[in-house]
């Protein structure tokens, strides 16, 4: 019988137990001087997700806090590399992401993900698999028509004539977050002003 921490999804493996650390997230929390959270950066592709969980991860880090970026072209070039596009891939890609994240959050860093994750079943799934307050989505409000002016990929143009399917916003939906606990209009507010909407969350939420 395998022991696993609530919240956890069931595992297909058998004769697995969950090993408690000997190093807890408070220890680490009250060792660094900040505690761990995850920054769910959502929105259009083109809405400056990448963008602004970068300069956000900048700023801590220039603080001294321990950060890192989870950016989603990074994580299809090898943890995710054999999902493709399609509604249920999307939904896998999440779903992992959301793992990773989580043990980034058990290690007692600000884990930053960068991801269009257009579903929101998909990222109330993340949510719940940690504790409340540990989870903050961000949602990155640029409107279409921004996202494909800042298109340097091509990629909205691409999926306009066809050439991509189920792109996010063209012909796949993307659903805004219902209750997110930031929204920031980055279509139309400069990246410092976006930065510092980040920094106060984070010390409205006693992060740091």
């Known amino acids: 019988m395998s022991l696993e921490p609530e919240g956890a999804n069931p595992s297909k493996s058998s004769n697995i137990v969950w090993h408690q650390a000997s190093v807890t997230r408070k220890d680490i929390a009250k060792k660094r001087g900040h505690k761990s959270a995850i920054l769910w950066f959502t929105g259009l592709?083109?809405?400056?997700?990448?963008?602004?969980?970068?300069?956000?991860?900048?700023?801590?880090?220039?603080?001294?806090?321990?950060t890192y970026v989870l950016d989603g072209d990074n994580i299809r070039h090898g943890l995710c590399s054999d999902l493709g596009f399609s509604d249920s891939d999307r939904e896998e890609n999440i779903r992992r992401i959301g793992e990773v994240a989580k043990l980034f959050l058990d290690s007692g860093v600000i884990v930053l993900t960068a991801f269009v994750s257009p579903f929101r079943s998909d990222r109330n799934?993340?949510?719940?698999?940690?504790?409340?307050?540990?989870?903050?989505?961000?949602?990155c409000a640029a409107d279409l028509h921004t996202c494909e002016d800042r298109d340097t990929k091509g990629l909205y143009a691409k999926a306009r004539k066809g050439e991509i399917k189920d792109f996010t916003g063209i012909s796949s939906p993307y659903e805004e977050p219902d209750c997110p606990e930031l929204k920031i209009?980055?279509?139309?507010?400069?990246?410092?002003?976006?930065?510092?909407?980040?920094?106060?969350?984070l010390h409205e939420n006693s992060i740091f």
């Not at 970068?54 to 001294?64: E, K, M, R, T």
């Not at 799934?125 to 949602?139: C, G, H, P, Q």
């Not at 209009?185 to 920094?199: K, N, R």
């Open 125 to 139: 799934k993340a949510r719940k698999l940690v504790n409340d307050n540990d989870f903050l989505e961000i949602y």
């Open 185 to 201: 209009d980055t279509g139309t507010l400069s990246l410092e002003i976006c930065v510092q909407e980040v920094i106060k969350k």
């Open 45 to 66: 592709s083109g809405s400056g997700k990448s963008t602004l969980a970068n300069a956000v991860n900048a700023a801590l880090f220039d603080q001294g806090l321990s």
